[in-house]
């Protein structure tokens, strides 16, 4: 699981995210939980986005590409490889 939250998010209050992320660590789910400064609530999709939640949505996309590709073992041009069995 990957939590992508923004400092800002008022409405999802980070606490109830790092409750929700220690409790999946504690039963040894694979879990990364980061936090953007400066970042509002869907800072990624936002029209007004500003100078800081560009940044955190650009290397948000990234975090997870990188993430997907890692757990889902996809190839470079991210398709899930034929040795998994996948059609």
Known sequence: ????????DFEL???VGGRAFYALW???????YQVYPFAR?????????????KIAARHARLKAKNWLAQWMKLDDK????KNQGFK
């Open 26 to 32: 504690e039963r040894g789910v694979p879990v990364e």
């Open 1 to 8: 699981m990957l939590f992508l939250i923004g400092e800002e």
């Open 41 to 53: 609530r869907a800072f990624d999709f936002r029209a007004d986005q500003g100078p800081e939640e």
């Open 78 to 81: 991210m398709a899930c490889s």
């Open 13 to 15: 209050r980070r606490f």
